[in-house]
């Protein structure tokens, strides 16, 4: 009944608003798709990245129901035409899942455990995170552990779904990614450079990184940040590698090929934990600028001023590069998340209810 309800394209909209207030926004989908399926899931118990439900849960929901129509039943024998109306600020309250941080109706905890999870809507995913770490970055001092975990969560749905990073530019949140790396609070600067890192990967993102002050920023994080150079010059190779005219005028404007040279050297790589992976990633980003079309005698004279670049330039150095990147794998359904078996929970009672004598009496 509630399938049917919920679907009227009259009234729709306003029963699926009053169940919101009632049951996660999961168990509406499932009744527009499968109302067996809703059952099924209401009646199990669930862990999954977008819903945690077991039996405190579903007590809560059942017993708000029971408490409210008895006070609607009570109110009906004071006033018969009384008309049942849920406060705007009415919400079932769960418990259970009070200090779990949920970002666009995912728990983050359990998605960062499951990333390859087939999601009922990732983009919406994808917005909701970028937007929450938006406000995150534009903070001088940011909950460090909040945006640890947004972060990571954003990271692995990118790397689960790489075509989710075509649409992070026309979001316009990329402006505020690539200012943020040259934050001088630490943990900002690490959250930005991890994100650009993968969305390095996307020919889309790059070519808007291109339009957007990028090179100078990055210089200035592997400053911030000296243990993360290893992961900004793998994402500076990644963006020399598209061949954008535009980001080789910024790395010559903010003398990018005399810095990587000196981290060649090994000034500066100190604090990174693989320097021989670092120098390999620094190596192909030098030889990628150093074949552009446009740019490309100017990268190459200053190379042939640099007697570590004669040292380096004919090596191999493969072996040394790890890949960071991995490609989604799936943990959970096929199908849409909420299709799925959980463990099966005896809340049908086998006996039917009692009578309401007290009831019968008031309608005769």
């Known amino acids: 009944m509630l399938a049917k309800m919920i679907s009227d394209k009259l009234l729709g909209r306003k029963v699926l ?3 919101s207030k009632f049951l996660p926004p999961l168990f509406m989908d499932a009744m527009r798709d499968s109302p067996d399926a809703a059952v099924s899931i209401f009646e199990s118990t669930q862990e999954n990245p977008e819903l945690i439900w077991n039996d405190a849960a579903r007590e809560s929901a059942c017993s708000c129901v029971r408490n409210m129509t008895k006070q609607f039943f009570t109110d009906q024998q004071n006033n018969p035409d009384v008309c049942w109306k849920l406060p705007d600020d009415f919400s079932v309250s769960y418990d259970h899942v009070e200090d779990e941080l949920s970002v666009g ?19 919406e995913f994808l917005i909701a995170l970028l937007e929450k770490l938006t406000k995150l970055l534009a903070k001088s001092e940011s909950d460090g552990e909040t945006l640890e975990t ?7 749905l990118l790397l689960a779904q790489p075509q989710l990073a075509d649409h992070v530019p026309p979001l316009g949140h990329l402006p505020h990614l690539l200012q943020a790396l040259a934050h001088q609070n630490a943990a900002i600067c690490k959250s930005s450079m991890r994100l650009v890192h993968v969305i ?52 010559l404007r903010v003398e990018l090929v005399p810095h990587l040279l000196r981290l060649l ?36 004279e200053i190379l042939s ?20 990147s991995r490609g989604g794998y799936l943990t959970g359904p096929g ?9 099966a929970a005896n809340v049908v009672p086998s006996t039917p209810p009692p009578i309401d004598h007290e009831a019968s009496d008031v309608q005769g």
Not at 335 to 343: E, Q, S
């Open 335 to 343: 199908v849409a998340g909420y299709l799925t078996a959980g463990t």
């Open 200 to 251: 390095a990967s996307s020919e889309v993102c790059v070519r808007a990184m291109a339009g957007l002050e990028t090179v100078g920023p990055l210089r200035e994080g592997i400053k911030v940040r000296p243990d993360m150079a290893g992961l900004a010059c793998e994402t500076l190779n990644r963006m020399f590698q598209r061949d954008q005219p535009e980001l080789l005028a910024q790395a």
């Open 305 to 324: 001023r640099s007697t570590v670049w004669a040292a380096y330039r004919d090596q191999k150095h493969d072996l040394f590069i790890s890949e960071t």
């Open 265 to 300: 050297e090994g000034l500066g790589l100190d604090a990174v934990a693989n320097p021989a992976s670092t120098k390999a990633q620094i190596v192909k980003t030098l030889k990628a600028m150093a074949r552009s079309m446009q740019y490309g005698d100017q990268v190459n």
């Open 17 to 19: 608003i009053i169940l």
């Open 105 to 123: 109706g995912v728990f983050l905890r359990i998605f960062i455990a499951q990333p390859g999870w087939v999601l009922r809507r990732p983009k």
């Open 150 to 156: 947004v972060t990571t969560a954003t990271v692995e």
